[in-house]
């Protein structure tokens, strides 16, 4: 596009393939993010010093933080992303859940008020009913998210996620929804256009998670029929509309596959880890598409879905508890072939710190139907070699040949399953 990428990193981050990537690289400070790459007053005097007219969140730290978005606006940068009003409106789950309610978009029997106590908490659930999922009100990634079946199930979940809360430094604020049993996490990528106009571009089916955290995606979903699909896109689309989204985001749902119904879960004012399986499949560049609608692009992309694709997070980490593994990259082999696609983080030499999250690579896959798109994900998991931190490819080959995942009718569960 032409236009000059300036990375901002951290010292644990200096040897990292995006510093030597980027047109210019600015050191923003030590290891700790409090002290790099969550300072705002360090970003944006490297956005001065450095000449740059915008920021890009990427997807973790700023990413869905209304005060640095306002920060930036303020700074006279263009921020791409949703408005800072936009991402504070979604970031309260409760909020979300009640504007997405009003909206006309399905949700769960929960509460519309924060519950602060395991007393209210209790005498809420007397009208929702078990089982109920537990969750904090601000925050994303699964953090602070647990499921009661009973009273004493609902009092240890309920100190899970008021700790959460205070850790992470979100609201004490606890959300109950009815939890639905054996269901699948789908989610609707959208558009929203500088003139107003919303649009979804498919769905990812995200249910295979360890502990509420995402593992692998893929798009189309397996378990929806093309009647459900088409009433969760028409339902993100007026998601979008109901807060005047502006950029790249995304729809969560919970999907009861025997119903074949669905509910609104949350939405991810930010671009996806996962969004590389929507561009492989609709031949549109999503992070070009940012910048686009940043600089005031009124027209949607053309759509044209075809195929399947599929990706699997790597992650440096134990295949069997899922505990982090850092360490020094001693050997780093991607695999290509037809219909291959690595967005990598690190390459052979590198170190894999503990300060940040493990995610070292997204390896996807694509084929004309899903059968084909397994096959090349077999052969790509095989042929991808690390050698050094702990990694969970091994998890990914048993993954591909789990009965479940290859008929495509697993769930949230799945993992668990595979654990227990």
């Not at 600015?26 to 993010?33: D, H, K, S, T, Y």
């Amino acid at each position: 596009m032409g236009l000059r990428a300036i990375a901002v990193y951290s010292e644990a981050d200096a040897d990292l393939p995006f510093v030597r990537e980027a047109d210019e690289a600015i050191l923003l400070g030590p290891a700790n993010p409090a002290q790099s790459y969550l300072d705002a007053d360090k970003v944006l005097e490297a956005a001065r010093v450095s000449g740059a007219q915008a920021v890009h969140p990427g997807y973790g730290f700023f990413s869905e933080n209304a005060g640095f978005a306002r920060a930036v606006i303020d700074a006279g940068l263009t921020w791409i992303g949703p408005s800072p009003e936009a991402i504070e409106r979604m970031g309260d789950k409760i909020n979300a859940r009640n504007l997405m309610e009003a909206a006309g978009v399905p949700v769960a029997a929960g509460t519309r008020e924060p519950v602060t106590g395991l007393e209210e908490a209790v005498a809420a659930v007397a009208g929702i009913g078990y089982p109920v999922m537990v969750k904090t009100a601000g925050g994303g990634g699964g953090i602070g998210m647990g499921v009661a079946h009973d009273e004493a199930g609902l009092a240890k979940a309920f100190e899970q996620a008021s700790r959460a809360a205070s850790r992470f430094g979100g609201t004490p604020a606890i959300l109950l929804e009815r939890y639905i049993e054996h269901a699948r996490h789908v989610e609707v990528q959208i558009l929203g256009l500088a003139d107003g106009t919303v649009v979804a571009l498919g769905e990812r089916d995200c249910s295979v998670q360890r502990r509420h955290q995402k593992v692998v995606e893929e798009t189309p979903s397996p378990g929806i029929t093309q009647e459900l699909r088409e009433r969760m896109l028409a339902a993100a689309v007026r998601a979008g509309e109901a807060v005047g989204y502006l950029g790249a985001g995304t729809v969560e749902c919970l999907v009861d596959a025997d119903k074949q119904d669905f509910v609104f879960l949350e939405m991810n004012t930010r671009l996806q880890v996962e969004h590389p399986v929507t561009e492989l499949v609709t031949g549109v560049d999503l992070v070009e598409q940012q910048l686009l609608i940043a600089a005031g692009e009124k027209t949607a992309p053309e759509v044209i879905a075809r195929g399947h694709a599929i990706e699997f997070r790597v992650y440096a980490e134990d295949p069997k508890r899922f505990f982090p593994g850092p360490g020094k990259i001693d050997i780093w082999t991607e695999p290509s072939g037809e219909g291959v696609r690595v967005d990598s983080g690190y390459t052979d030499g590198n170190t894999v710190t503990p300060f940040y999250d493990p995610l070292m690579a997204k390896l996807c896959v694509f084929g004309q139907t899903r059968a084909e798109a397994l096959e090349r994900a077999r052969a790509a998991v095989a042929g991808f070699e690390i050698a050094g931190p702990k990694n969970n490819l091994p998890f990914c080959a048993e993954l591909l040949e789990h009965p479940e995942f290859v008929e495509g009718t697993y769930d949230t569960g799945l993992v668990a399953r595979m654990r227990a």
